[in-house]
């Protein structure tokens, strides 16, 4: 059963496509998401100061990202749910108070327990805001402008997740690492006053079925053992008990959650919405993609610092340059593809991806700046003409009511993705050092290790332009100016 083409709409009417609010309406939902996915990466460069002020060790500081990356991933379709019951703008807005109070209380934190905690509730925060950004987005833009807005969308993502550890090492230089935490909440405060005035108004949502509790406490059991192996796999060693149980834990309760959710009358999760081959070939390209890409978000850094021996200032700016190029890319593949369709630009984007990651292979002990600066520029280029086109046709290829549910998918299939990339590049990389250890010099050791992991990136990128390019044949494929939705 596809839902391609749906009509039906069942929520509360929002801001139709022609209204004058609708891009000051954007403009919110894009705070909200840069906020979300910034607070995903701004803490890393603060860890070291983190646990020396609070008298922890650096591995259990580790948990200040841990806890809220997991959290994120657990409830993503729980809170893509509640949307749909309750209301997306009601929900999306509530989430820039919780978030800014979570913030609020890491900043005030002296304790690590207490600032684990406080990062749980500013999680809790930001998957009110991940789920509903592109949800609201595609239900007040109609198909004509929807690429474009959600192209927007999406490059507040990139940035946010990109921009996250060059702004979090300035902060903590200069006013310490409460600092990250208290910008938050001025921004979330203005964004939630905002809101209440300009986000869609509508008739009260009232849930009409009961909430799915097993089938939640199913899925954040299933979801947080396999992020949480993930995470630790290398340090564990692959072949150690602990990988085996939390596998073992992770397929069990996946595999539990999915036969719940296929038997039970109201689940948490609709499954019927991978039957539609746009939604799915979507969503799996989008997973593969993030793979690869987050492969050059550690690889790259340590390269420049270990290989090329430039400062972590220089790294920073160097890595800027891609967000920069994808911030000005995305919007107008976004743009293009209300005007010719996902195919021709998420297929380029992704080759050009792969490209970049050949290309890197090319690169060796001695390289300049600015020729690691192309390569970005690249990834940046190839990222944006690939996310604005894809998230349009996903978010494009489901009914109006499954808007919530669709945009939390799609969001958890992001961070999967984020944590996957980062984990294979590091075992990798880890296991080429370990095989070349004593063999080679350190620097030549290094580079054949970084070249592993390139190629596999590239493979894993080609393998996505495979899956994408399976859309052109997709049946009741949205054409130009047509989302498959009702606009």
């Keep these: 059963m596809s839902h391609t083409g749906h009509t039906g709409h069942t929520g509360p009417m929002l801001a139709p496509g022609g209204s004058s609010n609708r891009w000051l309406i954007l403009a919110n939902v894009s705070l909200g998401t840069f906020m979300a996915t910034l607070d995903g990466s701004i803490a890393n460069v603060a860890l070291h100061t983190i646990a020396g002020d609070l008298g922890a060790s650096l591995q259990s500081a580790q948990w200040v990202l841990t806890a809220y ?137 009232k849930p009409n079925e009961p909430f799915d509790f097993a089938g939640s406490a199913l899925f954040m059991v299933g979801i947080v053992a396999l992020l949480y192996t993930l995470n630790n796999g290398q340090e564990w060693g692959w072949s150690s008990a602990a990988v085996a149980a939390g596998s073992v834990l992770a397929a069990a309760s996946l595999a539990a959650f999915y036969f719940w959710e296929r038997r039970t009358r109201y689940p948490m999760l609709d499954f019927s919405l991978y039957r539609n081959r746009t939604f799915a070939i979507g969503n799996i390209a989008a997973l593969l993609s993030f793979v690869a890409l987050f492969c050059i978000s550690v690889m790259l850094p340590y390269y420049m610092q270990n290989v090329l021996g430039f400062s972590a200032e220089k790294t920073g700016y160097i890595m800027m340059v891609n967000p920069v190029f994808m911030a000005l890319v995305a919007p107008l593949s976004g743009w293009l593809s209300d005007k010719i369709g996902p195919n021709l630009l998420t297929t380029a984007g992704l080759s050009i991806n792969a490209l970049g990651f050949v290309l890197l292979n090319t690169m060796g002990v001695k390289e300049s700046a600015w020729i690691v600066a192309l390569h970005l520029a690249l990834f940046g280029i190839g990222g944006g003409l690939f996310q604005s086109p894809n998230n349009s046709s996903i978010m494009g290829a489901v009914p109006k009511s499954k808007l919530g549910t669709a945009g ?14 980062i984990a294979v590049s590091v075992s990798l990389y880890s296991t080429r050092m370990n095989q070349l250890s004593g063999r080679v010099a350190d620097a030549e050791a290094a580079l054949s290790s970084l070249h592993l992991v390139f190629w596999t990136a590239a493979g894993v990128c080609l393998f996505a332009l495979a899956v994408s390019a399976r859309r052109i044949t997709a049946r009741g494929m949205p054409g130009p100016g047509n989302s498959g939705q009702a606009g």
């Design 408 to 421: 939390s998918l799609n969001a958890l299939v992001r961070n999967v993705g984020m944590v996957t990339g």
């Design 69 to 205: 990356l997991l959290t994120i991933c657990a409830i993503l379709p729980i809170m893509g749910k509640i949307s749909d019951l309750f209301g997306r703008s009601r929900v999306y807005n509530y989430g820039f108070l919780l978030f800014s109070a979570g913030s609020a209380l890491c900043a005030l934190s002296g304790t690590l327990p207490l600032l684990i905690i406080s990062r749980i509730i500013q999680a809790v925060g930001a998957s009110c805001l991940m789920t509903n950004s592109q949800a609201i987005v595609a239900e007040i833009f109609t198909a004509g402008d929807r690429g474009k807005a959600i192209g927007i969308v999406g490059t507040m993502v990139s940035i946010g997740s990109l921009t996250g550890p060059g702004l979090g090492g300035i902060l903590v230089d200069y006013l310490g690492w409460p600092s990250i935490f208290w910008i938050n909440v001025p921004i979330g405060v203005i964004g939630f006053a905002a809101g209440l005035y300009i986000l869609p108004k509508g008739a009260d949502r």
